[in-house]
């Protein structure tokens, strides 16, 4: 993530991994095969919640930064966000804020899944509507996709099936080692990233917080009729992965400015989930 800030990047990018990949591995080792039987049976809700992150979500965002006419690199960083569905820690905080544990990890790998597919052609829509010229490969992203997530995932998930002693008594351990390298990896970020948060500017701080509201508001809307699937739709509609979005800054060679807007995203966006997290977490049944 390069913004030029304190942090060696190096360090940055290694606590990073780590900790995404202690993150699922950590979700891995809680599923259980039976705990996809559920959504299973709901698919409709399923495919509500894929609309409203795959499409309704990116659809918002163009809405808005045209509304709000931003400079071309903080419009193109903020889009590039909303069409970047799929973050590995969203699936972490909406199984903390109660959202239905046979759901949103299905949601979860459906949206990464599908998400190499649907990006290519957002961006190709975007480029006729934009008269842009970005592109980027299935295969860079699901590269990506992959190592980031369904590697560390499925991994849990096989150490829990096949190795089901070793993986109980490792998983607390494995927990309280992801928690610490996310609070290691958010101190990091905030020493490196406040000065792009803040130069952002009011108009793209505000243009994201307006987005986010909104990607909570319809993924709750869409994610019923049962209040967990409302808790998991939402967060995957708010919280965006911005692994993707970099790796298509980075092949499209973008001006450092459209990361520096990627990594405001991020950070504003987050705090703005806090309250709906909290709200979510004390209304979830027990």
Known sequence: MPVDGPIPENLFTLVAAAAIFAVMF?????????????????????????????????????????AFGLPRAAMVGIVLMALSPGAPVALRRSLAAGGEASFAPVLQISVAA??????????AALNEYYAGQAVISPRELARQVFFAQFLPLG???LARRFLPGPAA?????????????????????????????????????????????????????????????????????????PGLALVVASVNNAPATVTATIVAYLVIAAFTVIPYVVWRRRAAPG
């Open 26 to 66: 950590d979700l891995g080792l809680k599923i259980a095969a039976s705990d996809y039987a559920w959504a299973g049976r709901h698919v409709r809700s399923l495919l509500k919640g894929l609309f409203a992150v795959l499409v309704a979500v990116p659809a918002m965002a163009v809405i808005v930064t045209d």
């Open 114 to 123: 599908l998400a190499i597919v649907s990006m290519p052609l957002s961006i």
């Open 155 to 157: 991994l849990g998930v």
């Open 169 to 241: 008594r490792a998983e607390p351990g494995v927990t309280r080692a992801a928690t610490i390298l996310l609070l290691v990896l958010a101190v990091l970020a905030l020493v490196d990233t406040w000065h792009v948060v803040i130069g952002a500017g009011p108009r793209a701080a505000l243009c994201v917080v307006l987005i986010t509201l909104l990607a909570l508001a319809v993924g709750h809307a869409m994610g019923g009729p049962h209040p967990q699937t409302r808790t998991a739709v939402a967060i995957s509609c708010a919280v965006r992965n």
